[in-house]
């Protein structure tokens, strides 16, 4: 079994409020420079108790073999939580 190491990051954003659309923002701009070809793959809005898991099907799994690195951005302590998956 391959071992699965995921980078965090974390970001705190005290100066307002966060809605989702703006926690998106805030996780896609902090992965810039260290993700090339950046791909959602999972979410978490603690808000309003949802979550997506966006790779379902086994074609997709696969893909999963080309990936380098995998880095999740927690905003707030995690009230959202966003995981990203591409190349180094």
Known sequence: MAEINIDNIRITANSCKVDFKQARRLAEQAILGTVRAPRLIAWRDSHKGKRQTL??????????LTWDTKVRVDINDNEYSFIFTGTK
Do not use: T
Not at 55 to 64: F, K, M, T, W, Y
């Open 55 to 64: 790779i379902q099907d086994e074609a997709s799994v696969g893909l999963q």
